[in-house]
Structures are given as structure tokens and as C-alpha cells.
């Protein structure tokens, strides 16, 4: 075997079928999610009503989103204010990596089973928004988790899963769902007025810490 520089020299064979199996993957993505970045050209501004739980906790899901953009750096981009798409959304296709600003709206809201949930007085500041970026995706059908996905990601309504950071800074967390309007922006869009954590505290730094 031929070596250069101190390294094994790759046989030809074996790069082809890396080749292969990275274009395979690439295409197999795209027929999920589309191609990353072709998310809008043009944006509508119209706002949109849906509906918003949350997620996040000491695992890091979402630093291991479907769109595979691996661990998030909250002083980049949109930070931690990420958001799961629900698949069954008519704005998934193309949306990895999209951005969407957001707002909580004071109001009823219900799941998929038909359970309504008075949220009349759950929002911070209703004329307040954040600016989320799609990291992954909020399955309609996923087994380990079936009951839940199938109660907020299956279509009965407009789905958005915020991270925990995005959603605290709508309403408290202990909501757990939340009445929203929506619209697609682009990601270096400022919003007229930021919604901020209310308390100024950092309640899961043992989360972004790793402890």
C-alpha cells in the first residue's frame, strides 16, 4: 500500500463508493425536507395562525435535528430559537434551514384528538415576536413517541415546535401549548419588537452548559 505524507492512501474504489453513498444520502434528504436553503425566494409577510408546543431539555435534542446541522451556537444566527417543523405542514418541503417569525396569541387552541385548551391569558406580550430557524422535523408518525406526535404534528392545524428558549420567551412554559400566528421571514430579519426572556435568567444554563 502506498503511502503519502504519513497517510494511507485511499483506494480508488473505496472513493467512489464514498462518492455514491454521500450523493444517495443528499437525495434521499432532498425528498424529505428539499434542498437546503431553497426554502423562499420571496416572503408574503401575511400572518398565519397555528399552534406551538415546545421542546428541549438535558439530552439536546436540538442539537440533533433531522436537518442535520449538529450543535447550535446560540450567539449564531437565530441561536437557540429554533424550531421543529411538523411534516405535514404546507411549508415543509424546503424548509430546512428556513426562518419564521412568531407570536403568541391569547386564545382558545386544541389538539388533534379534539381537546380544546383555554390559553386566554398565556402570552407575555402579544405584539411581541421571535425569530426562529427550522432544525428539524415534527413527525406525524413516529413510534418511539406516537401518542404525542400524533396529537400536535398530524395536520388537524398549522404545527410549530419551538425550542424551550424560543417559547419562554412567548409565554411561560408550563402552558404547554400555546394559540400563534406566523409568517415566513428572512433569518436576518429584526422583528418592530423582540420578545426576551421575561425573568433576564438563563433558567436551563445547566442544559446549554452540559452539566
Not at 467512489?16 to 436553503?37: D, N, S, T, W
Not at 413516529?142 to 404525542?148: I, Q, V
Request: aromatic share 16%; hydrophobic share 30%.
Amino acid at each position: 500500500m502506498a503511502y503519502h505524507h504519513g497517510c494511507p492512501a485511499v483506494p480508488a474504489w473505496r472513493l467512489l463508493a464514498a462518492y455514491a453513498f454521500g450523493f444517495q444520502l443528499a437525495f434521499l434528504q432532498a425528498q424529505e425536507h428539499g434542498p437546503v436553503g431553497a426554502f423562499k425566494s420571496s416572503f408574503d409577510w401575511k400572518w398565519k395562525e397555528g399552534r406551538a408546543t415546545y421542546f428541549g431539555d438535558g439530552a439536546w435534542p436540538i442539537h440533533i435535528g433531522g436537518c442535520n446541522y449538529d450543535y447550535l451556537w446560540k450567539d449564531e444566527g437565530t441561536g437557540y430559537d429554533v424550531v421543529a417543523l411538523a411534516n405535514t405542514h404546507p411549508e415543509y418541503v424546503g424548509s430546512c434551514g428556513g426562518c419564521w417569525e412568531v407570536r403568541c396569541k391569547n386564545g382558545w387552541t386544541k389538539d388533534f384528538y379534539g381537546e380544546y385548551f383555554d390559553r386566554s391569558y398565556s402570552c407575555h406580550d402579544e405584539s411581541a415576536s421571535v425569530i426562529v430557524r427550522n432544525v428539524d422535523t415534527c413527525k406525524c408518525h413516529y413510534p418511539p413517541n406516537e401518542p404525542s406526535n400524533k396529537r400536535w404534528c398530524c395536520g388537524d392545524m398549522d404545527h410549530l415546535d419551538l425550542s424551550r428558549w424560543a417559547f419562554e420567551k412567548l409565554a411561560e412554559l408550563r402552558w404547554g401549548v400555546i394559540k400563534l400566528e406566523y409568517r415566513a421571514v428572512p433569518c436576518d430579519y429584526q422583528p418592530e419588537k423582540r420578545a426576551n426572556n421575561m425573568t433576564d435568567v438563563c433558567r436551563y444554563c445547566k442544559y446549554v452548559d452540559g452539566e
